[in-house]
């Protein structure tokens, strides 16, 4: 039986909003059937599951999957990340919303990281992309930023940049890395798109365009060195890749897409190159190994908290289940409860669930998985 272990063992991700001003054309808000919803999470909720969660966190991300500059407790929520001595604590944000007062509590509170998104270099990839945004105001908060960070004289927050690869903006990644080096960031993040079913961008994984990602992505680590920025970018295609993705996404199955983590894919990576691979990406603080012992670290080290209290096991928990309630239990009761207790026995085991079988996160970097390039539909249990 698990037990609370008395030190910073969790890696908790808070939305305090599910809205978003932008349709990125890869993202489910731009999904014809989405539909936002206008709960926030409220001061005493915020509170609460702060005083059960911050002090036993090594790293909180106040964003998941919404824009947190909408949320009206951001603010708050960044104070109590201090108050409660969060060594890691950052979100990620599409800066539309970015205003000098945000700005100024970030660096009141010392924000070691803000992560900003971009999918393009270019004013046109740009607006193409990450829809209705414009690109000279989106630029424009670069300037903002530093503007504040010169006006406090903070080196925090550092600067993270995350890029969603695919094919309409691969061959400006090198590019990119230039034009954010020269605007103070210090980290960049490339991530491949995961494809759902219903938005149309089936054409643009760059599973259909292999050959084409590695140059681009070899040429993108070749800036970086040059201009002083660490990249974390997906592994390499395997030189006989073939990409198998004729619908508009990848099947998921009882087996499932996520399968090739608990074995070697031929011509591929093996599983613990894939995990050391993705250790690394997670900011884990663990050295290379020749044996994993489990194919999921999440529901040992992850907490996902919606705006109305509700808990996931991991960012993309596509099922219609929740694993806690924060308005009605404890994180104690949440944690050690049967939902999560059952779902370590399964992981622990390799008995994959269907969610987990199809996983698109576990896979995601990984480009022999298809899984990787596909975004799950949700599934009834």
Do not use: Y
């Given at each position: 039986m698990p037990r609370l272990l008395h030190k910073r063992f969790l890696r908790l991700k808070?939305?305090?909003?599910?809205?978003?001003?932008?349709?990125?054309?890869?993202?489910?808000?731009?999904?014809?059937?989405?539909?936002?919803?206008?709960?926030?999470?409220?001061?005493?909720?915020?509170?609460?599951?702060?005083?059960?969660t911050f002090p036993i966190s090594h790293d909180v991300v106040l964003s998941s999957s919404a824009e947190p500059l909408m949320a009206t407790e951001l603010p708050r929520a960044l104070e109590l990340c201090r108050e409660y001595e969060v060594p890691s604590f950052h979100f990620s944000t599409n800066a539309m919303s970015m205003t000098r007062e945000i700005m100024q509590k970030v660096i009141e509170v010392q924000m070691p990281l803000l992560t900003i998104s971009m999918d393009g270099a270019t004013k046109k990839t740009f607006e193409d992309v990450r829809r209705p945004a414009k690109w000279e105001k989106f630029v424009g908060k670069f300037d903002l930023i530093a503007e504040e960070k010169a006006k406090s004289g903070s080196h925090f927050p550092q600067l993270s940049v995350t890029f969603v690869l695919m094919r309409r903006n691969i061959e400006e990644a090198p590019d990119l890395i230039r034009f954010v080096a020269a605007r103070g960031v210090k980290f960049v993040n490339f991530a491949h798109m995961g494809v759902m079913g219903g938005l149309g961008v089936?054409?643009?994984t760059l599973s259909k365009a292999p050959a084409l990602s590695n140059q681009k992505i070899a040429e993108a680590h070749s800036v970086a060195r040059e201009v002083g920025v660490t990249l974390m970018a997906p592994l390499p295609f395997p030189t006989d890749f073939v990409a198998r993705m004729d619908g508009e996404d990848v099947a998921s199955s009882e087996e499932g897409g996520g399968q090739a983590l608990v074995k070697t894919s031929e011509g591929g990576f093996s599983v613990d190159e894939f995990l050391d691979h993705k250790n690394l990406e997670f900011n884990l603080q663990v050295s290379p190994r020749e044996g994993h012992r489990r194919p999921c670290y999440f529901p040992w080290r992850y907490l996902h908290v919606n705006p109305d209290g509700t808990v996931f096991p991991c960012g993309h928990w596509f099922e219609f289940t929740t694993f806690g309630d924060f308005k009605q239990q404890s994180?104690?009761?949440?944690?050690?409860?049967?939902q999560f207790m059952e779902l370590r026995r399964q992981l622990r085991t390799l008995e994959?669930?269907?969610?987990?079988?199809?996983?698109?996160?576990?896979?995601?970097?990984r480009p022999d998985v298809l899984a990787s390039f596909s975004r799950r539909e949700k599934l009834h249990v």
């Open positions: 808070l939305d305090m909003v599910n809205k978003c001003q932008l349709r990125c054309i890869m993202c489910h808000f731009a999904h014809p059937d989405f539909v936002e919803s206008g709960v926030q999470m409220d001061r005493p909720l915020l509170e609460k599951v702060a005083r059960e089936e054409d643009e994180f104690r009761e949440i944690w050690l409860g049967d994959l669930r269907k969610t987990c079988a199809n996983c698109s996160v576990s896979g995601m970097g």
